[in-house]
């Protein structure tokens, strides 16, 4: 694992803490509470905001103030989707960046169709499963309804072939976690498997990486750095957890106390 880039991880940290950024989102029912608290947690500002008469005046915000959009398709039906689709359409004109999270992808035609309409804007970051992001790439990937039935090193080939075919990137979430452009791709370990049993946990982390890509120059890097805080954060809090409930409680609360020196001496990134 390389030091240069757990301390890369540590001086995101205190960037996102020091600037508090906004964060805008299209964040599912079921993730709204936990995505939000784990974004005040960390240090930057949620905005669960859905309607698209908002989307211009939101990008504008979030262009003055260098903020970021996070859209994630979970509990979507038409009406959202128009509106997410006016959410992105605005934040490339303003040239906010955006994470895509393709919830359930593979699961439904709705959800393809509403996957293939987003991605055609150009998300910064698009982020999912193993299976999600086999589905996207338009492979089989055996998705359980919108749980993972494949791996991240499953995806792993996918996910380089959509960040060099659409020139973005990629996250692919899983045991061992990869952050490519096509080109260059992190590898980050940590977290921890209960996580895997506290709904929306994959949800809050699409919205941290909002944060993340909001104050970080190289949008890879912080992508892998975010990543690798919150399993860091997660395995801190399955320590002292008996269980999911109380993990979810520990997750938020290592999420705002956690230190840059406990990022630079245990977050595990590395180049692939």
Do not use: Q
């Given at each position: 694992m390389s030091k240069e880039l757990s301390k890369n991880a540590s001086d995101l940290l205190t960037k996102i803490r020091d600037k508090g950024p906004?964060?805008?989102?299209?964040s599912n029912f079921v993730s709204m509470d936990i995505a939000a608290n784990a974004l005040l947690s960390i240090g930057a500002?949620?905005?669960m905001a859905h309607a698209?008469?908002?989307a211009k005046d939101f990008s504008q915000i979030c262009k003055a103030i260098s903020g970021a959009l996070t859209i994630n398709i979970g509990t979507f039906d038409p009406y959202w989707q128009e509106c997410a689709l006016e959410a992105v359409k605005n934040a490339n004109e303003n040239n906010v960046p955006w994470v895509l999270d393709?919830?359930?992808a593979g699961a439904s035609g709705f959800r393809n169709k509403n996957v293939e309409q987003l991605i055609k804007f150009k998300p910064t970051i698009l982020r999912g499963n193993g299976s999600e992001i086999l589905a996207v790439a338009g492979l089989s990937g055996g998705g359980k309804g919108v749980?993972?039935?494949s791996t991240s090193n499953d995806a792993l080939d996918a996910a380089i072939s959509i960040?060099?075919?659409n020139k973005m990137i990629v996250a692919v979430t899983g045991a061992i976690d990869y952050v490519t452009d096509g080109n260059i791709t992190y590898a980050i370990e940590g977290g921890h498997e209960m996580m895997t049993k506290v709904t929306a946990t994959g949800c809050a982390l699409t919205c941290l990486i909002g944060a993340a890509i909001a104050v970080g120059e190289n949008k890879a890097l912080s992508t892998a750095s975010i990543i690798g805080i919150y399993g860091l954060a997660g395995e801190m809090a399955s320590k002292v957890s008996?269980?999911?409930g109380s993990l979810r409680m520990n997750l938020l609360d290592n999420l705002y106390s956690i230190s840059t020196d406990e990022i630079i001496s245990n977050v595990k990134i590395r180049n692939v």
């Open positions: 906004l964060v805008w989102n299209f500002s949620p905005a698209k008469e908002e393709p919830v359930g749980d993972s039935t960040a060099k075919k008996s269980g999911p």
